[in-house]
């Protein structure tokens, strides 16, 4: 009696293995391979930086997979494929056409998702734990990083060696510069409110000007989301230091505009992203698709509770600002 049971009770178990590795198997045959792309201009850079974005970034970010075997069996590999197709559109270093510029802002964002802990993500680092970024892989990055910009200072200067510090004067007219997404620059910005002030790890002065209607979501912290209308400046300058001491803003590197219309710039939470940078205000992108490859990643990763704004001053009485923050 007990082996007719114990042939009952194998049976059963047969049954369910065979029906599992029969769908297992069976969802092989929808799985499609990543697919495969060349490699036009892979970025340049130093050799211990390039080891870190290969080793932590480029299994995503680039069009040179070397996947795990794990990562090709279905259905982890819709996943992962998903997850590359997507990391690709935001930041592919095997398509790196960027002007100088464009690749220090680049590698600050890279920098700034490190400093955090968003890149690479956790999901990832869990199967593929040598990713992890580092201490020391933070510092290696960061010091290429400020080396970009002393470089780019020692060019712009001996283009002009008497460069004026002041914001440069452009009045909103039909040749104020204009970002490839339709945001045109104003000198209107000077005027308003300064609703925040921030420095950054490359001795920069950054203020932060808000118009009225950006002021008003502040102060009834109405940012859950901005409404539209609002336009927030971030003018940065180069922290110049005088003989007492005094930190004073010295060179101007650029001013970021950030203008919410929910229904024009529907792939970037509804903000259009923009920067002039320089004495002749050169606005950065060349296609109007450029802040969804690049700056709304950042925003998404870092300052989706204040409504992907970075530094909202916040109100330290508001409670419902701190529960939100909490969620």
């Known amino acids: 009696m007990d082996s007719v049971k114990k042939k009952r009770n194998v049976k059963p178990i047969a049954i369910v293995f065979l029906a599992v590795l029969g769908i297992f198997v ?9 697919e495969g792309k060349p490699t036009p ?18 299994n995503c970010h680039s069009n040179q997979q070397n996947l795990s075997w794990y990562d090709k069996i279905a259905p982890i590999s819709w996943a992962v494929n998903k997850d590359v197709e997507r990391a690709r559109e935001v930041l592919n270093f095997s398509e790196w056409n960027y002007s100088a510029g464009e690749h220090q802002g680049k590698m600050y964002a890279i920098l700034n998702m490190m400093q955090s802990g968003k890149m690479p993500l956790h999901e990832y680092t869990l199967l593929h734990p040598s990713a992890k970024i580092t201490t020391k892989d933070i510092e290696t990055i960061k010091k290429y990083t400020l080396s970009l910009s002393s470089v780019n200072s020692t060019k712009k200067e001996e283009k002009n060696i008497h460069q004026n510090l002041n914001l440069p004067e452009n009045n909103t007219n039909s040749k104020s510069p204009v970002s490839p997404n339709g945001v045109q620059y104003s000198d209107d910005f000077k005027s308003w409110k300064v609703i925040s002030m921030s420095t950054l790890f490359d001795k920069s002065i950054r203020v932060i000007y808000g118009n009225d209607i950006a002021v008003k979501a502040v102060e009834t912290d109405n940012f859950h989301p901005w409404p539209d209308g609002s ?11 005088l003989p007492d001491g005094e930190i004073r803003p010295g060179e101007f590197v650029n001013a970021q505009f950030m203008v919410k219309d929910s229904k024009k710039y529907t792939d970037t939470e509804g903000w259009g992203f923009a920067k002039f940078s320089g004495k002749d205000l050169h606005p950065t992108g060349k296609t109007a698709s450029f802040a969804k490859e690049s700056c709304i990643a950042c925003h998404r990763q870092l ?10 001053p916040m109100k330290v009485n508001t409670e419902r600002l701190i529960k939100n923050l909490q969620k």
Not at 41 to 58: D, G, Q, T, Y
Not at 231 to 241: A, F, G, L, P, Y
């Open 26 to 34: 069976g969802l092989q045959l929808f799985n499609q391979p990543l």
């Open 231 to 241: 336009i927030v400046v971030k003018s940065v300058w180069k922290q110049q230091e």
């Open 303 to 312: 300052a989706e509770k204040t409504g992907f704004l970075f530094d909202v």
């Open 41 to 58: 201009k892979k970025i340049e850079a130093p050799r211990e930086v390039l080891a870190i974005l290969e080793n932590s970034c480029f």
